[in-house]
């Protein structure tokens, strides 16, 4: 591995690249925050998606795109006089030497969930911090890790089930309610009970350490090889899923299950 300076030389060597290429390159000098904002978000689910693979070469190169634009939103903000690359640095450092008292601070916290219920009550006592416990929510996450993230900011808060077995009796409660919709046949009543269903399942992965994003999507690869499977089985005898009938794909189904 790199030497402290050596990690030093390599950030400096990236500063370098980025003064040159809004200086000399026509696509980043014309770049701004909104421009580079969709790509920003795509690279984010690159690193995410090689994270699900386990896959450290791919990880290796998804950071480095992910900060890339970190830099080059820092750029653009010291082009404009607002801040720079090293006030980025400061102000995280900062964050995290405030909210870890029991690192840099004399306060006491032996485990990792005494960490975490002291989070919330850190943040809020922050300058410019959030004012309330959920205001640090961003508006624009995704529903999934909305949720998930809304419910472990109201456990922080102390907002929690007594026993994490008690969420089942929810979850059922909600199916319960929905399948009373769907006999109803009340489309908004249902949409409802579908999202207070979600809400109810999230919580459960939330209680039972599993994040829930994250077994969703590990669900859909599931899904995915499993019908390539039938498919590339079809083309394989001429055909096509079209022209399979239901026991045939199961049983290619069932094969490919044997695989994933």
Known sequence: MN???AKIQAFERLIDIMDELREKCPWDKKQTNESLRTNTIEETYELCEAIIKNNFPEI????????LHVVF????AEEKGQFDIADVCNSLCDKLIFRHPHVFGTEK??????????WE??????????QTVLGGVPASLPSIAKAHRIQDKARNAGFDWKQKEDVWEKVHEELDELKAEIKAMDMEKMENEFGDLFFSLINAARLYKIDPDNALERANQKFIFRFNYMEQKAKEQ???LKN??????ETFWQEAKLYL
């Open 60 to 67: 290796k190169k998804e950071l480095g795109d992910v900060l």
């Open 244 to 249: 399979l009938t239901l026991d045939e794909m």
């Open 121 to 130: 009550q850190i943040k809020l006592k922050e300058k410019d911090g959030n």
């Open 109 to 118: 916290a032996e485990t990792a969930g005494i960490v975490e219920s002291n």
């Open 3 to 5: 030497t402290k300076e």
């Open 238 to 240: 001429n055909s096509s």
């Open 73 to 76: 939103y820092a750029k653009i």
